[in-house]
């Protein structure tokens, strides 16, 4: 049986020749070459296969055809960026030991908490085994490196120019207004209007008033509880001290079962996160940038000086 259903498909062959062929190029026809490269349409439907999978048997409207087309066109233009890569990369004779990949693999599962069974487990679930996982990620760490060749090693940022940027978007390091703030805590026999109003008409001063009366935290030091971010005062505290003016008083509040005044000693707005704090973050965002920049340099150059022919 087996040999007559053989014979069957090649006499198919001798009779419809053409046909045959036409079916080959359809599956292996080449899409693109790149210098002594090439990209086929298997090679494309491979990348695209978890998409394929999704969308057999179906009929795609126009505007799905249309996505569909944007979707094959970009994972082409990228296959045609790594194929002159993975170029680059012989080109330079990068090379990237099994000892390496252990390495990168056991940090990932640790990474992550599993054990390597676990890891192999995850990555199944996502159609993929730990030789394709693999060979996926010698695939990055050999661009890793090509870029840290290519492009890293031409990157510098200098301390001015980390002023300069710290400088230039200063309105993404400002922080709220800070208040030095002072309290009265009063005893019960004591009324908080009598005593503002007699801070209010010069007979004493806040800090005074803080000696004489209060029996709270800051009493032999004029009332000063110390610095505070405004957002983290209470409601009822900024409402007493909003709008007075330093060395004012504020309008009483109960706190802790207590009549009590506020002053602000001192207002500091327009404060900035010190520059020490947000200096690494600034070198990265700079080092990035110019990273891109080279690359995109580089690799436009790449493209200029290579020759790939789309065949479509």
């Given at each position: 049986?087996?040999?007559?259903?053989?014979?069957?498909?090649?006499?198919?062959?001798?009779?419809?020749?053409?046909?045959?062929?036409?079916?080959?190029?359809?599956?292996?026809?080449?899409?693109?070459?790149i210098?002594s490269?090439?990209?086929?349409?298997?090679?494309?439907?491979?990348e695209?296969?978890?998409?394929?999978?999704?969308?057999?048997?179906?009929?795609?409207?126009?505007?799905?055809?249309e996505?569909?087309?944007k979707?094959?066109?970009?994972?082409?233009?990228?296959?045609?960026?790594?194929?002159?890569?993975?170029?680059?990369?012989?080109?330079?004779e990068?090379?990237?030991?099994?000892?390496?990949?252990?390495?990168?693999?056991?940090?990932?599962?640790?990474?992550?908490?599993?054990?390597?069974?676990?890891?192999?487990?995850?990555?199944?679930?996502?159609?993929e085994?730990?030789?394709?996982f693999?060979?996926?990620?010698?695939?990055?760490i050999?661009?890793?490196?090509?870029?840290?060749?290519?492009?890293?090693?031409?990157?510098?940022?200098?301390?001015?120019?980390?002023?300069?940027?710290?400088?230039?978007?200063?309105?993404?390091?400002l922080?709220?207004?800070?208040?030095?703030?002072?309290?009265?805590?009063?005893?019960?026999?004591?009324?908080?209007?009598?005593?503002?109003?007699?801070?209010?008409?010069?007979?004493?001063?806040f800090?005074?008033?803080?000696?004489k009366?209060?029996?709270?935290?800051?009493?032999?030091?004029?009332?000063?509880?110390?610095?505070?971010?405004w957002?983290?005062?209470?409601?009822?505290?900024?409402?007493?001290?909003?709008?007075?003016?330093?060395?004012?008083?504020?309008?009483?509040?109960?706190?802790?079962?207590?009549?009590?005044?506020?002053?602000?000693?001192?207002?500091?707005?327009?404060?900035?996160?010190?520059?020490?704090?947000v200096?690494d973050?600034?070198?990265?965002?700079?080092?990035?940038?110019?990273?891109e920049?080279?690359?995109?340099?580089?690799?436009?150059?790449?493209?200029?000086?290579?020759?790939?022919?789309?065949?479509?």
């Amino acid at each position: 049986m087996i040999r007559i259903l053989s014979l069957s498909v090649w006499a198919f062959m001798l009779l419809f020749p053409a046909y045959a062929l036409a079916e080959e190029v359809v599956i292996d026809r080449i899409l693109v070459k790149i210098n002594s490269s090439i990209i086929t349409q298997y090679d494309l439907d491979e990348e695209l296969k978890p998409i394929l999978a999704q969308i057999k048997g179906r009929t795609l409207s126009s505007t799905e055809q249309e996505q569909f087309n944007k979707l094959k066109k970009q994972t082409l233009d990228k296959m045609v960026n790594d194929t002159l890569l993975a170029q680059e990369i012989k080109k330079y004779e990068i090379v990237i030991s099994d000892e390496v990949l252990d390495q990168e693999v056991t940090k990932i599962q640790e990474e992550q908490g599993i054990s390597a069974d676990g890891f192999e487990a995850r990555i199944a679930e996502d159609g993929e085994t730990i030789e394709s996982f693999r060979s996926k990620l010698k695939g990055m760490i050999e661009k890793q490196e090509l870029l840290g060749y290519m492009v890293h090693s031409k990157v510098l940022v200098t301390d001015t120019e980390i002023q300069k940027e710290y400088e230039t978007r200063r309105e993404d390091y400002l922080l709220e207004k800070m208040v030095e703030l002072a309290i009265i805590l009063l005893p019960a026999e004591v009324a908080a209007l009598e005593v503002k109003k007699r801070i209010e008409d010069g007979e004493l001063t806040f800090a005074e008033a803080a000696t004489k009366y209060s029996v709270g935290p800051g009493k032999d030091k004029g009332g000063s509880i110390g610095d505070v971010d405004w957002g983290d005062l209470a409601d009822d505290w900024k409402q007493s001290i909003e709008g007075v003016a330093v060395g004012g008083v504020g309008q009483p509040i109960t706190v802790q079962g207590k009549e009590a005044l506020l002053s602000p000693v001192k207002v500091v707005e327009d404060r900035l996160v010190p520059l020490e704090e947000v200096k690494d973050s600034i070198f990265q965002r700079l080092m990035d940038a110019k990273r891109e920049k080279i690359f995109d340099e580089y690799f436009a150059n790449l493209k200029e000086n290579s020759v790939i022919v789309y065949m479509d």
